[in-house]
């Protein structure tokens, strides 16, 4: 759960010469808080996380890190911050050791700490063993921890991480949001992505891009609960027809012989009635999952620009 605040994003805004990509941007980021940052290609993520790690000066806004004006007290404020970039900045002639240590100097992490400082991350990012291995010759897997490894070299409050897992295999994927995971129980952890199953693993929260602006933020938590479909299957499967007369049930799709979709009124108890009746009627109900659909229907919602309108409202935090 999230604690203190560590992050007060307020107004912020950025244009590229007559472009304005990033359009009063607001949103506050607790400690043990992951925070996913969602929106199709050009919506103003990258801008936006350039500008939280004070890499990209803003047009106008202001950013608190752990209280303190990243625009006024650049140097002393970025200390509490950890970038990975899109494109992790790697350079490949170096070995793991070396380029830790050269990233703990630039982070200007004490003489005396930088063993302990390397130490702890490589054991942290499981680099433990290949310290002196040349980056050029890791898998992307391993590149991408040494990416992570850098950014967190120092010890920062918040760690800002621009599309993890971009083109790594599933096991990669696996282990660098295990680590995203932990990384997110100590720090707040701002990530972007586009891949929607890694928000439904990692985050707390999540905030949907789109032109510039927040369209929706929202707790992951309130957004599943919202879903408003259930997977059902069952051994002795009723008729459909049967299943939509159960109470607060609006529609019945069947998705194979044994499985059927509900649709639902999101403040019923359709899954207890539709529990209670399978034991009534033996229906030997086998499977009762609520559909993680709900943030895949909700982006392409908003940012299909059909002018559909998504299940629930942007709330908690400005978006403006
Ligand atoms: P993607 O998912 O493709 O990485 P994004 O959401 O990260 O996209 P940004 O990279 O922040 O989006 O870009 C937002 C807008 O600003 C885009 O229209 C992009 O072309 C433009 N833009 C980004 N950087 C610059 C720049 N240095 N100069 C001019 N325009 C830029």
Redesign the pocket.
């Given at each position: 759960m999230s604690g203190e605040n560590l992050v007060s994003v307020r107004s912020l805004h950025r244009r590229?010469?007559n472009?304005h990509?990033?359009k009063g941007v607001s949103f506050d980021l607790g400690r043990g808080e992951v925070l996913g940052l969602l929106?199709?290609?050009?919506?103003?993520?990258?801008?936006?996380m350039?500008m939280l790690c004070g890499a990209l000066a803003p047009s106008a806004g202001e950013i608190l890190i752990d209280g303190e004006s990243l625009l006024e007290s650049p140097r002393s404020t970025k200390r509490k911050i950890g970038y990975l970039p899109?494109r992790p900045p790697l350079y490949p002639e170096l070995s793991v050791d070396e380029y830790l240590r050269f990233c703990a100097r630039l982070r200007r992490v004490e003489a005396a700490d930088i063993s302990a400082a390397m130490k702890r991350v490589k054991t942290r990012c499981g680099l433990d063993g290949v310290g002196r291995r040349l980056i050029a010759n890791l898998s992307k897997g391993y590149q991408q921890r040494v990416g992570i490894a850098q950014a967190v070299i120092h010890g920062p409050q918040v760690v800002v991480l621009?599309?993890p897992t971009a083109g790594l295999d599933p096991n990669q994927i696996r282990e660098i949001r295990d680590l995203i995971r932990e990384l997110g129980e100590e720090h707040g952890v701002v990530l972007?992505t586009?891949i929607l199953p890694e928000v439904q693993a990692l985050c707390q929260r999540v905030q949907i891009?789109c032109q510039?602006e927040i369209v929706l933020n929202e707790r992951l938590d309130t957004l599943n609960q919202s879903s408003r479909s259930l997977r059902a299957a069952f051994r002795r499967p009723p008729d459909a027809a049967e299943l939509g007369s159960i109470a607060g049930v609006s529609r019945v799709e069947a998705i194979d012989e044994q499985r059927f979709r509900l649709f639902h009124d999101p403040d019923g108890n359709v899954a207890g009635m539709l529990t209670e009746r399978s034991v009534e009627e033996r229906w030997g109900l086998f499977e009762l999952i609520p559909d993680q659909r709900a943030l895949e229907e909700i982006f392409v919602a908003i940012t299909s620009g059909e002018g559909v309108q998504p299940p629930v409202t942007p709330s908690e935090g400005p978006s403006e």
């Open positions: 590229y010469g472009l990509a990033v929106g199709p290609n050009g919506a103003g993520k990258t801008t936006t350039q899109e621009d599309e972007s586009h891009l510039g």
